[in-house]
């Protein structure tokens, strides 16, 4: 019986009902030749106000070499800032960059019973990943901006070796996919040296992947496109704030961000986490959304070698979504709230799979 070593980050907010929620998906699932076993671990920003860092040095170590994946819940609170006045990720910034994971990957699926924004779409027409750059791009001044009140100044970062191992993963991921066999590069080239020197170094990448079709899109064309044509999109790979932003973008076009899961991925570890925020206003209230959540758990899965689980999982929430058992608001909230809609996914996991 293999054992995966799991650290839980619940997070602030609706963090922990969430991380809950997917806890009781995963008892659900696994089980059949491996385990997880799970670590605590005390990071975000309540930890930052009750300790004075977001996650302890000891911690950010057990994350890196002690443990197989981490499960996290979003985190920030709104009164909660560091001395520059900025939220900054506080742990995002920590961990993205402290564990050097690279790649975001950001899945936008649209589920069934789900409302696009967008007319006329049926789940299948919109499922392409966002792979974010995700330790340089304009987030490398995260907390460093210089200036005073009248002006300050970003840097936005991209170096090569960086934007050759965000197009690797990009590219396989593309490869590994059966929909289009399609990169779709998104910059501001035009502009910003910056971003031409990330689509140089993607158009040397392209090259070793004949069997993958490369398209460039400017970062305005694109934010257009993914709401005209959005069928069109397999895996795009974009510089950090971009990928902020589009990412946001593609979760409005599937029901809202509160279904959308992400994985931060490096060469060592990894950690698993919806794309929203923590929602404080309406922790405890049996109103937090878990998809995002326990999507991301399916996400975990399928990067510890189990996809076969995680694919169960994903199949179990469209099912409940299918059949009216999971019922989502156009706010993005969860009808029943999220122990409701964990039992209800856990349900259709035996009625749709196995
Ligand atoms: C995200 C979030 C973070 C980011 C925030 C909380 C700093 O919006 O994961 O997309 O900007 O990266
Ligand atoms: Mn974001």
Redesign the pocket.
Known sequence: MRAHKIALIRGDGIGPELVDAALTVLGAVTGDGYTLDYVEVDAGADTYRRTGTACSAEDVELLRTGVDATLKGPV?LPDVRLPDGT???LL?GILRVGLDLYANIRPVFLLPGVTSALAGHEPGDIDYVIVRENTEGL?ASRGKGVGNRWAVSDTLMTTREGTLRVCRRAFELARSRDRGRKVTCVDKSNVLRSHALFREVCTEVAAGFPDVTTEFLYADAAAQALVLRPEEFDVLVMENFLG?VL??LGGATVGGISVCP?GNIGDHTAYFEP?H?SAPGIAGRGLANPVGQILAAALMLDHLGHAGDGERIRRAVAGALAAGHVRITPQGAAEGGPVAVAEAIVSHLDKENR
């Open positions: 920030g939220e900054a990720g995002g987030y902020d990412s946001d992400s794309i925020g």
